[in-house]
C-alpha cells in the first residue's frame, strides 16, 4: 500500500522504459540495403556527452547487430575507437566503454533482419503483384529497423541512403538529391532532415507513379501507376489544407516537398511520417466509380489530420507518450477545422456537424465507462503506448481542445498556439506547456482566465460530468454528477465546466456560465432553453420532464443542438438514468426530419437497441419496426440508378444512409429493387448495398470480387457484403478462407459478421474457436485488438455468453490484449443491466 502510492507519486519517471539522457544523438547517417528478400544497412550515430560516461544505451529489436564501433572525434581526424563491450536485451542494446568518454563522438553498427509480417518496422506487402517495402514506426517500432535511440524527445538529423532492386524507386523524408545505378542496384540519396523524433522516419520502395501539384513546395500523391489518377482527391485536399496550416499557424512547412503514399498493406489508417506521409489505399485513393462520399469524406479528413501533424507532433512534439493527445487529440481538432475553413470547394460538408457524432459522442461513449482512463495518463512502455491510440486520445482530447477554443473565442486561442509553436519548434513539450501558452494570449488580450484551472483537470482525470435540471420559478438548478455506465463511482469532484446556455427568447441568446462547483443556481431568463449551445462542452444534460420534447419540436433549434439534445436523452437511458422510451418517443418526432446528420445519429441508437434485444424477439421487433418505420417511405422517393444521382452532400448521405439501412434491416422491395439493376447503371454509393443485396444469390462471385478487385471502394465493399450472407455454410466458409482475407481487412469482415444478427453467436464460437489462427495471420496487434472489440461486445445469450467471458479471462494476462478485453467486458456488463431492467417491461 505504501509502496504503491510512492511509486504513483515518483511516477511516471520510475517505471517508465526509456533511454538514461546521458547520451543524446544529435546526427544519423542511415544507408540501407533493401533486398527483395530482406535488408541489411549501416548507421552512424554522431552522439554527445556532457558529463563523461562509461556506458549507455541505444534501441534495437530483432535486428542483427556487427561490427559495432565508438570512435571519439577529435579535430584532427582520424577519430580514435575506443574498446566497448555490448549487451543485447529485448528492445535494447547496453554499450561498456572501456574508458570513459566525453563530448562529442559517434557509434557505428551494421545491422540486417527479415522484413517484418505484422505491419510495424519496416515490412514488406504487394501492390498489384509488385512487391513493395515500406515502413510505419510509430509509436516504437524504428528499432526494429535500424539502431536509434528511439524516443520522441531526442530529436536529431537525418541524412539516408537506400539501395534497391533496378526498377524500383525509393522515397524518403526528405528530397532525392542522388540516383545513381550500381550493377543491379539503383542508389537513392535524399537530402539532410530538420531536427526530428525517430517514429517519424520513413522510407518506402516499389514501383510507383506519381500525380504532383506544385505550390510553394510539390506535393506528390504516389499510388501504383495504373492508380495514380484516383490520388487527384487527396492531392487537391493536401494543397488547400497545407496552405491553410501554414497561415493559422503562421510557420512555414519546413521540408522541401510533401509525398503522400497509398501502401496496400497497412495497419492504421494513415501515419504523419514529416514529408512522407504513408495511408492505406481506402484513405487516399478516390475512384469515382466506387468511392461512396462517406470515403471521400474520410480521406479529406485524413490527409488534413495527417497534414496537421506536420505542425502538431513533427514540430512540436510531445516530450513523452504520456501526452500522446496533444499529437492525436489535437490533429482531430484541426483536421475538421482545416476542411471547414480551406476545403468547401472540394467538398462541401458542414464538418463541425459531424463532430458531434463523430468525436463528441464517440468520445464520451467510452469516457463514460468503467476501463476509461485520463486523456493525459502515464505509459511507460510500448505496449502500453500502442492501446493508447483510442477514443480517449483522439475524440475527448479533440472535444476538449473544442471546448477551450468555444471557452477563450478562436482568435485569443489561435493566439496561444501560435505562441505554443514558435516557442517549442523544433523541440518537446508537455500539456502544461500548452495551457501556459493560452493563459498568455489571454492575459495579453486582457482576459482573466487559468487555463490550466478550467482545462487541466479534463485531461489529467477520467471521465467527464452529466447536469441535471431542476427548475424554480424564477431560477434553474443545476447539479453535475459524474456520467458512469455499468457501474457506479464514488468521491468525483466536481469538474469545472464552461457553460453556454441558449436561452429561446424572442432573439434567441447564447449566454456563457462557468459551473466550478457541484451546484449552480441560474436566473431563468426564459421558459425555453437549450443547455451546452452548439456541444461547446463535453457534458450531457438531463433536463426536467418534458424539456425534452419541447426542444425538439423547437422551430429553428440547429443541427448540432438536435444532435446533442437527442444524443444525450439516448446515452442517459443507457446508463439507465432515462427510460428508453423517453428517447424513442422523441425519434417520433423526426417524421418530417431531412438532415443526415440527425437520422443517421437516431438511427444508430435505434440500432444499437436493436441489436442488444437481438434474442428478443418482442423487444427486437419493436425497434426493428420503428427503423422500418423511419425508413420505409423515404427509401420509395429513392432512385438507385447513377444518371439520378442527387448532387447536393446532405440528400446523398441521406439516401445512401437508407438504401444502406433498408438492405440491412432486409426490407424486400429495397433488396429486390437492387438485385434488378444493373451494375453499369448502378450509383456508386449504394455499392456496399448492392453486394449485400446479391451476397446471397451469388456467394462465390462477390467473395471473387473482394479477391481480385484493385479498386479500394469495391474490394472493402465485397468484404462486407460477404459477412452480411444469410446461410449459415457461407459463414462457415469465410472462417474456412479467413487466410484469403487481408490481414489490414479482416477488421471489415469481422465488424460485418458482427453485425449480423442471425448468425453472430455462431460467428463470435468460430472466432474464439479459431483465435489463434487469426491472431497469427493478422499479425499486427492493434488490428487483432480491433477484431476481439468488434466480435465479443455483444454476445448476450446465456450459452454463448459463457463461452465468451471465459475466452476474455483466459486474455487475463496478456498485456497486449488488455484495452480489447477491458472495452468488451465493459459492454457486457453495460448490456446485461439493461437487459436485466427491461426484462419485464412492455415497450409498446
Ligand atoms: N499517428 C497516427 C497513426 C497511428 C495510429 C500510429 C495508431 C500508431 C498507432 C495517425 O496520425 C492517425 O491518427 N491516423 C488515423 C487516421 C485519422 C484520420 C484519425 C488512423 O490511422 O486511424
Ligand atoms: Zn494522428
Not at 476545403?343 to 469516457?367: A, N, P, R, Y
Request: hydrophobic share 40%; glycine share 6%; proline share 3%.
Amino acid at each position: 500500500m505504501f509502496l504503491s502510492q510512492f511509486i504513483l507519486f515518483l511516477s511516471p519517471s520510475l517505471m517508465r522504459k526509456d533511454l538514461p539522457r546521458t547520451v543524446i544523438p544529435q546526427h544519423y547517417v542511415l544507408s540501407l540495403d533493401a533486398g527483395l528478400d530482406s535488408f541489411s544497412g549501416s548507421v552512424t550515430i554522431h552522439l554527445n556527452a556532457e558529463e563523461p560516461v562509461t556506458t549507455f544505451k541505444f534501441n534495437s529489436e530483432g535486428l542483427k547487430l556487427s561490427g559495432l564501433k565508438i570512435v571519439k572525434d577529435s579535430d584532427s581526424k582520424p577519430g580514435t575507437t575506443i574498446q566497448a563491450s555490448t549487451k543485447e536485451e529485448v528492445d535494447f542494446v547496453t554499450v561498456n566503454l572501456e574508458n570513459a568518454i566525453q563530448g562529442k563522438f559517434t557509434l557505428q553498427v551494421n545491422f540486417s533482419a527479415e522484413y517484418s509480417t505484422s505491419l510495424e518496422g519496416f515490412y514488406s506487402s504487394k501492390y498489384n503483384g509488385d512487391p513493395m517495402f515500406s515502413t510505419h514506426f510509430e509509436p516504437a517500432d524504428a528499432r526494429k529497423a535500424f539502431p536509434c535511440f528511439d524516443q520522441p524527445d531526442m530529436k536529431a538529423t537525418f541524412d539516408i541512403e537506400i539501395r534497391v532492386p533496378a526498377g524500383y524507386i525509393a522515397l524518403s523524408n526528405e528530397k532525392e538529391i542522388e540516383r545513381k545505378e550500381e550493377g543491379e542496384k539503383v542508389l537513392f540519396r535524399f537530402a539532410r532532415t530538420p531536427v526530428m523524433s525517430t517514429y517519424i522516419v520513413a522510407y518506402v520502395v516499389g514501383k510507383l507513379g506519381y500525380v504532383e501539384e506544385k505550390g510553394r513546395i510539390p506535393i506528390r500523391v504516389y499510388a501504383h501507376e495504373s492508380e495514380k489518377e484516383w490520388g487527384r482527391f487527396a492531392l487537391s485536399i493536401a494543397v488547400k489544407t497545407l496552405e491553410f496550416y501554414e497561415k493559422y499557424f503562421d510557420q512555414e512547412y519546413p521540408l522541401s516537398k510533401l509525398d503522400m503514399v497509398a501502401i496496400p498493406s497497412f495497419a492504421a489508417g494513415a501515419m504523419e511520417n514529416w514529408g512522407l506521409v504513408t495511408y492505406r489505399k481506402t484513405s487516399l485513393l478516390f475512384d469515382a466509380n466506387t468511392t461512396s462520399t462517406q470515403s471521400k469524406k474520410n480521406i479529406a479528413m485524413t490527409v488534413a489530420h495527417e497534414l496537421a501533424h506536420m505542425w502538431f507532433g513533427n514540430l512540436v512534439t510531445m516530450k513523452w507518450w504520456d501526452d500522446l493527445w496533444l499529437n492525436e487529440g489535437f490533429a482531430t481538432w484541426a483536421a475538421a477545422l482545416a476542411i471547414a475553413e480551406s476545403c468547401q470547394t472540394e467538398l462541401e460538408w458542414d464538418v463541425w456537424t459531424s463532430f458531434v457524432s463523430d468525436e463528441i459522442e464517440k468520445g464520451m461513449s467510452m469516457d463514460g465507462r468503467r476501463s476509461t482512463h485520463s486523456v493525459g495518463s502515464v505509459v511507460d512502455e510500448p505496449v502500453e503506448v500502442n492501446q493508447k491510440f483510442d477514443a480517449i486520445s483522439y475524440s475527448k482530447g479533440s472535444s476538449i481542445i473544442k471546448m477551450v477554443q468555444n471557452w477563450m473565442g478562436a482568435d485569443t486561442f489561435k493566439k496561444g498556439l501560435i505562441g505554443y509553436i514558435k516557442k517549442f519548434k523544433y523541440g518537446n513539450a508537455v500539456t502544461g506547456d500548452l495551457w501556459a501558452c493560452l493563459t498568455e494570449a489571454a492575459e495579453a488580450a486582457g482576459q482573466a482566465v487559468d487555463v490550466a484551472a478550467v482545462v487541466g483537470p479534463w485531461v489529467s482525470r477520467p471521465g467527464f460530468p452529466y447536469i441535471s435540471i431542476t427548475e424554480t420559478e424564477d431560477t434553474i438548478e443545476l447539479v453535475q454528477k459524474r456520467f458512469t455506465i455499468g457501474y457506479e463511482s464514488e468521491g468525483d469532484e466536481p469538474w469545472p465546466i464552461p457553460i453556454r446556455i441558449l436561452w429561446m427568447g424572442k432573439e434567441p441568446e447564447s449566454k456563457s456560465y462557468l459551473m466550478d462547483k457541484e451546484t449552480l443556481s441560474i436566473k431563468k431568463e426564459y421558459p425555453l432553453y437549450k443547455l451546452n449551445d452548439e456541444v461547446s462542452g463535453f457534458y450531457r444534460t438531463m433536463y426536467p420532464e418534458k424539456q425534452n420534447e419541447r426542444l425538439i419540436q423547437y422551430n429553428g433549434l440547429s443541427t448540432s443542438n438536435v444532435m446533442n439534445t437527442i444524443a444525450d436523452i439516448f446515452a442517459l437511458s443507457r446508463a439507465l438514468h432515462a427510460k428508453i422510451q423517453t428517447a424513442v418517443g422523441l425519434v417520433d418526432y423526426l417524421d418530417q426530419e431531412t438532415n443526415y446528420e440527425i437520422l443517421s445519429l437516431a438511427i444508430s441508437w435505434l440500432s444499437y437497441f436493436r441489436s442488444l434485444f437481438y434474442d428478443n424477439k418482442a423487444k427486437y421487433d419493436y425497434f426493428h419496426s420503428k427503423l422500418l418505420g423511419m425508413i420505409k417511405e423515404r427509401f420509395e422517393s429513392i432512385k438507385i440508378e447513377k444518371k439520378d444521382a442527387p448532387t447536393d452532400i446532405n440528400t446523398i448521405m441521406l439516401d445512401s444512409l437508407v438504401v444502406g439501412r433498408a438492405v440491412y434491416l432486409r426490407f424486400e422491395p429495397a433488396i429486390e429493387r437492387l438485385r434488378g439493376v444493373k451494375r453499369e447503371d448502378l450509383n456508386p454509393e449504394y455499392l456496399r448495398s448492392y453486394f449485400m443485396a446479391r451476397v446471397d444469390q451469388d456467394f462465390k462471385s462477390v467473395f471473387s470480387v473482394y479477391q481480385t478487385s484493385t479498386r479500394p471502394g469495391e474490394k472493402q465493399s465485397a468484404l462486407v457484403a460477404l459477412g452480411s450472407t444469410q446461410v449459415e455454410e457461407n459463414v462457415d466458409f469465410l472462417f474456412k478462407s479467413l487466410e484469403v482475407v487481408e490481414p489490414q481487412d479482416s477488421i471489415y469482415l469481422f465488424m460485418s459478421l458482427s453485425m449480423n444478427i442471425s448468425f453472430r453467436n455462431k460467428a463470435a464460437m468460430l472466432f474464439i474457436e479459431n483465435f489463434e489462427r487469426i491472431r497469427k495471420h493478422i499479425g499486427n496487434a492493434g488490428l487483432v485488438r480491433y477484431s476481439i472489440e468488434s466480435m465479443l461486445s455483444a454476445i448476450y445469450e446465456e450459452e454463448f455468453k459463457v463461452k465468451v467471458k471465459g475466452f476474455l479471462e483466459s486474455l487475463k494476462d496478456d498485456r497486449e490484449m488488455k484495452s480489447a478485453m477491458d472495452k468488451c467486458n465493459d459492454e457486457l456488463v453495460i448490456g446485461e443491466k439493461i437487459r436485466a431492467e427491461y426484462n419485464s417491461v412492455n415497450l409498446d
